[in-house]
């Protein structure tokens, strides 16, 4: 609405909005800014029924548009003194409807009057616009009983002589200017309320993404749905914790532009890798990073999806350290396992798993060695057909006791085919 404005004269821009608050919606200042260009149209307009009239020598009949030129100013002002909306509205639909009628009895008639009772019709489209479909049947029934009386007034209305040739250009002019001023002001409205829908989807689009930016669709699409409590329980998940190995010490070396650069270049690429692969990032807690596969949407090659995503981290981190000419090295843990996953907060959203595989993965990454890739046995077991480990028997794991842990080291080479060699 605020574009469609500006393409109009300042003045009249200034005079549009002047009733409007900061805090009104796009709909309410486009309602507010329509009607009161209706009322300057309509007030400007009454200017040619008043000269006219006056000019062939009437006295009574043009004091009736020249009235309804000072009582929409005055209701004008007042609007834009006392941002009192409903009076406003109510005052001109009200002048809308009643004005034409009087001042057609006092030109003797439909035919004499050019049918000018006709620009009562412009309060029940008033109303449609500023009042709703609903309270706009009234205001339509108010225009017919106008209409009704007009016609039974009509017979005993004393003669008022206007030429003849001024009758028929009134008559014009007043079915002209009814069907002009309700389409385009009707086109205004609905241009601009399809600009502000247009508006609100996109601010709708935006809040989704953000949405999506810290719950996975399914889960948003539930929370969207009003379900209370979200809460579900998966029998195979894995997950994936990675820490950058001493980040505070290097952190106290950087300012702080390059600490949140550094870690946004290698937090965007941990989340691409995850992205790539179909795994959902669940958080990150300074500079660690988890990630979860077979969740919320279960899948049978989650684990591999997860191993590969520990060799591409890997490979980030040294990209990133070598851009940023920094010593950075990285641990990774990983488990499989069950998991209980769901939404807490109300504010502020967070889609978290729990459970022993969880904190089993965190104690894989804690317990690692700076560069590598720590898996418990039930990972091992899962992928140990496609990737080559190394054992470490006897590591001493937090809450855990002994544990014999694997060391990812990398894909096995592609089996060669007799015929590959053969060749």
């Known amino acids: 609405m605020a574009l469609a404005l500006r393409r109009l004269p300042g003045w009249i821009e200034r005079m549009a909005t002047g009733g409007t608050l900061a805090s009104d919606s796009e709909e309410a200042r486009l309602q507010k800014s329509v009607l009161t260009l209706f009322a300057l149209l309509m007030g400007t307009l009454g200017s040619v029924w008043v000269i006219t009239y006056w000019a062939l020598g009437l006295r ?34 009200t002048l809308a409807l009643v004005l034409p009628f009087v001042f057609q009895l006092s030109l003797g008639g439909y035919v004499s009057g050019s049918g000018v009772v006709v620009w009562s019709f412009t309060a029940p489209m008033g109303a449609l616009m500023f009042v709703g479909a609903r309270a706009a049947l009234g205001w339509l029934m108010a225009f017919f009983g106008a209409l009704a009386a007009a016609a039974l007034l009509d017979p005993v209305l004393p003669t008022v002589d206007i030429p003849g040739n001024v009758v028929i250009v009134f008559f014009v002019l007043n079915v002209a200017g009814v ?4 389409f385009l002001l009707l086109r205004y409205f609905v241009r601009e309320r399809d600009r502000a829908h247009r508006a609100l989807a996109a601010e709708r689009e935006k809040s989704e993404r953000l949405l999506l930016n810290v719950l996975p669709q399914p889960i948003a699409n539930r929370l969207k749905s009003e379900e209370r409590i979200i809460a579900d329980g998966f029998a195979d998940v894995s997950v994936l914790f990675a820490d950058i190995v001493d980040f505070t010490p290097l952190s106290e070396r950087l300012s702080p532009e390059d600490v949140v650069a550094l870690l946004d270049e290698v937090f965007t690429a941990f989340d691409r890798l995850a992205d790539d692969r179909g795994l959902e990032k669940i958080k990150t807690i300074g500079d660690a990073y988890m990630v979860a596969g077979g969740l919320p949407v279960r899948r049978p090659d989650h684990v591999r999806s997860v191993a590969e995503m520990a060799l591409g981290i890997l490979q980030e981190v040294a990209r990133c350290a070598e851009r940023f000419g920094a010593p950075l090295s990285v641990r990774i843990g990983i488990d499989v396992g069950p998991v209980v996953a769901g939404v807490i907060g109300r504010r502020k959203f ?44 006897g590591v001493i794991v937090k809450g855990k006791g002994k544990m014999t842990t694997y060391r990812l080291v990398g894909r096995r080479p592609s089996p060669v085919s007799p015929s590959t060699a053969a060749g």
């Open 350 to 393: 967070i889609y978290d798993l729990w459970g022993d595989t969880v904190n089993t993965a965190s104690r894989m990454e804690s317990h690692g060695l700076p560069g590598t890739i720590q898996v418990t046995r039930r990972a091992y077991e899962r992928l140990r057909d496609r990737y080559e480990f190394k054992e470490r028997r």
């Open 179 to 182: 069907a002009a001023t309700t």
């Open 60 to 93: 009574v009949a043009p004091l009736i548009p020249f009235a309804y030129q000072v009582v929409a100013a005055v209701s004008l002002v007042t609007f834009f003194v006392t941002k009192r909306y409903r009076l406003f509205r109510a005052s001109q639909l």
